[in-house]
Nanobody
Framework: QVQLVESGGGTVQTGGSLRLSCAGP??????MGWFRRPPGKVREFVAA?????????GYADSVKGRFTISRDNAKNTIYLQMDSLKPEDTAVYYC????????????????WGQGTQVTVSS
């Protein structure tokens, strides 16, 4: 069983920044990433990063240029730096891990964290 533990959510004003962290599996070469579920909407893909790191990442169009995903394999942790936040970024953010490639990660994942709330006030 792969355990994922998110942290770093909270409330921020429009234009502000937050950084999410996810402590992930201690073994296995997993692609990891983030999804989010806005209020009243379905879950959507946000970003993904391969086990090899920032040389292979993917982003949803809605967050490109504002969010940056990174990972530190020595700490078994990935991060999501979120800048220029907008009210439409308000959602529960879920960390996820899967063995599939970054290009397929947006279709879903096998392992999920419990989620962390991000609220952007206008």
């Amino acid at each position: 069983q792969v355990q994922l533990v998110e942290s770093g959510g909270g409330t921020v004003q429009t234009g502000g920044s937050l950084r999410l962290s996810c402590a992930g599996p201690t073994s296995g070469a997993y692609t990891m990433g983030w999804f989010r579920r806005p209020p009243g909407k379905v879950r959507e893909f946000v970003a993904a990063i391969s086990y090899l790191g920032s040389s292979n990442t993917g982003y949803a169009d809605s967050v490109k240029g504002r969010f940056t995903i990174s990972r530190d394999n020595a700490k078994n942790t990935i991060y999501l730096q979120m800048d220029s936040l907008k009210p439409e970024d308000t959602a529960v953010y879920y960390c996820a891990a899967d063995s599939r490639r970054v290009g397929k990660f947006s279709k879903g994942a096998d392992f999920w964290g419990q989620g962390t709330q991000v609220t952007v006030s206008s």
